[in-house]
């Protein structure tokens, strides 16, 4: 038996007392409840991660390999999880980020609703230590630190000092930065490097193909379901053409049937966009991921229907 001297604190997670004794978060799934205590854990590492956006809103950066990880979970559970955290009163809100990883801002639920609002800062000095609270700005200090030195390196600032002569050196001895060479330009990069689908030299990123027709295929699910709750049988007719289509013909011709379904069921444009930014090769990944969670989730429906 250990005595209080021995006793050595373990690193725990915290867990909002709300999701379980909250009724709104009664209906939550375990595996949601601690995905969202998870993501709030991650939310202490934002500032020193650069997780901040222009407006001052944190964000967390959350790979769903890493979820998968994390929960010791499959896939499914992992995306039927963060379909709960986003439709249980936005809880989480995700933003694409033109083809980088997904942004995850994560909603406090401890504010009354007329409140509720993305996290800041603020909010997340007031959820850690005093102790914590100075690792972090000391952490966001040095961060800010390297942005600026990194940036002059690359010559996209030069630091003006007082009674520095306009093209004369500064008084360490750096010489003014040339501004405007080497600047970065989006346009140069093509479609599927843009969403980070492959690298500057062609290797394909299988998961993050995975990852964004796991998203497509789940949303054009929940279409389906929404537009034809009350029509079963047409939903699973809807399923068969489908697999039928994706096995039987060609890509292009499966390709215009999901993009057909997208576009009746309201879904983003985005991700249509996506999909025929692919070449062949990530084009047969997306594909077939898509039809892998389409059919998941279809399934799930299914299944509870006939409950």
Same mark, same amino acid.
């Given at each position: 038996?250990? $005595?209080?001297? +021995?006793?050595?604190?373990?690193?725990?997670?915290?867990?909002?007392?709300?999701?379980? #004794?909250?009724?709104?978060?009664?209906?939550? $799934?375990?595996?949601? #409840?601690?995905?969202?205590?998870?993501?709030?854990?991650? /939310?202490?590492?934002?500032?020193?991660?650069?997780?901040?956006?222009?407006?001052? #809103?944190?964000?967390? &950066?959350?790979?769903?390999?890493?979820?998968?990880?994390?929960?010791?979970?499959?896939?499914?559970?992992?995306?039927?999880?963060?379909?709960?955290?986003?439709?249980?009163?936005?809880? %989480?809100?995700? %933003?694409?980020? *033109?083809?980088?990883? =997904?942004? !995850?801002?994560?909603? +406090?639920? $401890?504010?009354?609703?007329?409140?509720?609002?993305?996290?800041?800062?603020?909010?997340?000095?007031?959820? %850690?230590?005093?102790?914590?609270?100075?690792?972090?700005?000391?952490?966001?200090?040095?961060?800010?630190?390297?942005?600026?030195?990194?940036?002059?390196?690359?010559?996209?600032?030069?630091?003006?000092?007082?009674?520095?002569?306009?093209?004369?050196?500064?008084?360490?001895?750096?010489?003014?930065?040339?501004?405007?060479?080497?600047?970065? *330009?989006?346009?140069?990069?093509?479609?599927?490097? !843009?969403?980070?689908?492959?690298?500057?030299?062609?290797?394909?990123?299988?998961?993050?193909?995975?990852?964004?027709?796991?998203?497509?295929?789940?949303?054009?699910?929940?279409?389906?379901?929404?537009?034809?709750?009350?029509?079963?049988?047409?939903?699973?007719?809807?399923?068969?053409? !489908? =697999?039928?289509?994706?096995?039987?013909?060609?890509?292009?011709? !499966? /390709?215009?049937?999901?993009?057909?379904?997208?576009? &009746?069921?309201? *879904?983003?444009?985005?991700?249509?966009?996506?999909?025929?930014?692919?070449?062949?090769?990530?084009?047969?990944?997306?594909?077939?991921?898509?039809? $892998?969670?389409? =059919?998941?989730?279809?399934? /799930?429906?299914?299944?509870?229907?006939?409950?």
């Amino acid at each position: 038996m250990m $005595s209080n001297q +021995d006793y050595m604190p373990v690193e725990c997670l915290l867990v909002p007392k709300a999701l379980f #004794k909250d009724e709104r978060y009664c209906s939550l $799934s375990t595996t949601a #409840k601690v995905l969202y205590s998870l993501m709030l854990d991650r /939310m202490k590492y934002a500032a020193q991660n650069r997780w901040v956006d222009q407006k001052g #809103k944190l964000y967390v &950066i959350y790979p769903k390999s890493e979820m998968i990880r994390d929960l010791n979970s499959t896939r499914y559970r992992v995306d039927y999880a963060v379909s709960e955290l986003e439709s249980m009163g936005n809880m %989480v809100r995700i %933003v694409k980020d *033109n083809g980088r990883p =997904n942004r !995850f801002y994560i909603n +406090d639920i $401890s504010k009354n609703e007329e409140e509720n609002a993305m996290m800041t800062i603020n909010d997340l000095m007031e959820m %850690v230590t005093p102790e914590e609270a100075e690792e972090i700005m000391d952490k966001m200090v040095a961060t800010a630190r390297e942005i600026v030195d990194d940036l002059m390196k690359k010559g996209y600032i030069e630091i003006i000092r007082e009674g520095c002569p306009e093209e004369g050196h500064l008084e360490d001895g750096v010489p003014p930065i040339d501004l405007g060479k080497d600047e970065f *330009n989006p346009e140069d990069l093509s479609p599927m490097e !843009f969403r980070c689908y492959c690298d500057e030299d062609g290797i394909l990123d299988d998961e993050a193909i995975e990852d964004d027709a796991s998203e497509f295929g789940m949303d054009l699910a929940f279409g389906v379901i929404e537009l034809l709750e009350n029509d079963p049988d047409r939903i699973e007719a809807i399923r068969q053409y !489908f =697999n039928y289509v994706y096995k039987m013909k060609s890509m292009k011709r !499966f /390709m215009a049937v999901v993009e057909t379904t997208a576009v &009746i069921c309201g *879904n983003s444009p985005e991700w249509i966009e996506d999909m025929h930014a692919c070449n062949k090769g990530a084009r047969r990944i997306y594909l077939k991921e898509l039809v $892998s969670v389409f =059919n998941m989730y279809l399934d /799930m429906f299914k299944n509870k229907e006939m409950e």
